[in-house]
């Protein structure tokens, strides 16, 4: 029986880990659960798995969390911007699943993996941000470290029991998102609503319009780096709208294995949860034959240019990473609350990322600096367009 803390458990990520572990309950207990705002949504979580511990960042929402929960007894509740993190350090949980967005993952994330627990990864930005630290932290025992992002899961399972020597190259599907085909003409008037209608997958709104951008693509390369620990060049991304095929090894020989399995996060979110086992997932299998075809196609680096964005930055390393994912957060909200349209993202961390001087050494301290002074020039910029 595997103790659980999910950290944004009342997210996309996080209610789908849940529905896991409602399917497994003699795999899985909750121990802790933590959220942002969505005490709605939490209170309900807390009385159907009873943790003995909660976070929720925000204070009203904290409040009106506790005067629900006055019946229940023995549910600690934390509250403010360091709950998750407190949560995290502090569950008697073995295992901690982050599925908060944004930059804000990195501090939880670093504090499973220092109080000793495993980390089973969906914030990507944890690892586009704070990649050395928190590989640092697993250096010697890499199981500790566990991907859910599905095309990470891939390459993960592509990857087990054949030597690394031997790999030649990972490539990381796109499903191209909503705009594929898309002239960067065509791309200056897409309109919020069809930039968070997603063809294959259906998740939280920040990532879905990275998905639209293709900045997605961009973090998972970095992502793919710190996790494998493979050079960028040894890093590909193709086009494969199907969303069947996740990630593929190439070896020495030519030869290539791919992972395949329909576009339902619940698959790897199960197999992180019950890494190193393999669930019955109430999942199906795909069925090939009406499936038909399956097809790829090169990347659009013109329309798209955020993924070279990301490759510049995850090159530059340092505090490049972290800058590039502060102004895409900044310039993302930007683009949901209708102040930019969907090119001017780019173009505010292309230019942020162009005025950034690196700071020599990564800590904790200078990721932080870099990412409040990246914050703070993408809103000048998204405020003077
Ligand atoms: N969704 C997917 O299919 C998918 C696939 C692969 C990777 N990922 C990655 O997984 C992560 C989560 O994505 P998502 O789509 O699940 O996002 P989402 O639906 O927007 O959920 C985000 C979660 O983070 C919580 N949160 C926000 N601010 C917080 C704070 N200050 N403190 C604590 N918790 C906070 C939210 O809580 P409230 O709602 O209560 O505010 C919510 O539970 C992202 O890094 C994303 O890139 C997602």
Known sequence: ????????????????????????????????????????????????????????????????????????????????????????????????????????????????????????????????????LIMDLVKGEPDRLV??????????????????????????????????????DELAKASVKEALAHPTWSMGPKITIDSATLMNKGLEVIEAHYLFGLDYRLIDVVVHPESIIHGIAEFADGSMIAQMAGADMRLPIQLALGYPDRLPAGIHGLDLATLGRLTFEPLDREAFPAVDLAYRAGRLGLTYPAVLNAANEVAVMAFLEGKVRLIHISEVVGAVLDEHEGAGVVSEVTLQRADGWARARAAEIVESL
């Open 1 to 132: 029986m595997r103790a659980l803390c999910i950290l944004g458990s009342t997210g996309s990520i996080g209610t789908q880990a849940l529905d896991v572990v409602r399917r497994n309950p003699d795999r899985f207990r909750v121990l802790g659960l933590g959220a942002g705002a969505n005490q709605e949504l939490l209170v309900g979580q807390i009385r159907e798995f009873m943790p003995p511990i909660v976070a929720i960042a925000d204070e009203d929402a904290a409040a009106e969390l506790k005067r629900k929960l006055g019946a229940v007894r023995g549910v600690e509740v934390l509250s403010g911007p360091h709950a998750t993190e407190t949560l995290a350090r502090e569950s008697d949980a073995d295992m901690v699943l982050n599925a908060m967005v944004g930059a804000i993952g990195l501090p939880p994330s670093l504090a499973a993996l220092q109080s000793g627990k495993t980390l089973a990864l969906a914030n990507k930005e944890s690892l586009v941000v704070g990649g050395e």
């Open 147 to 184: 991907p859910v992002d599905s095309e990470h899961s891939a390459l993960a399972q592509c990857l087990r029991g054949d030597r690394r020597e031997d790999l030649k190259r990972v490539v990381v599907t796109a499903s191209g998102g909503p705009f594929r085909g898309w002239t960067r």
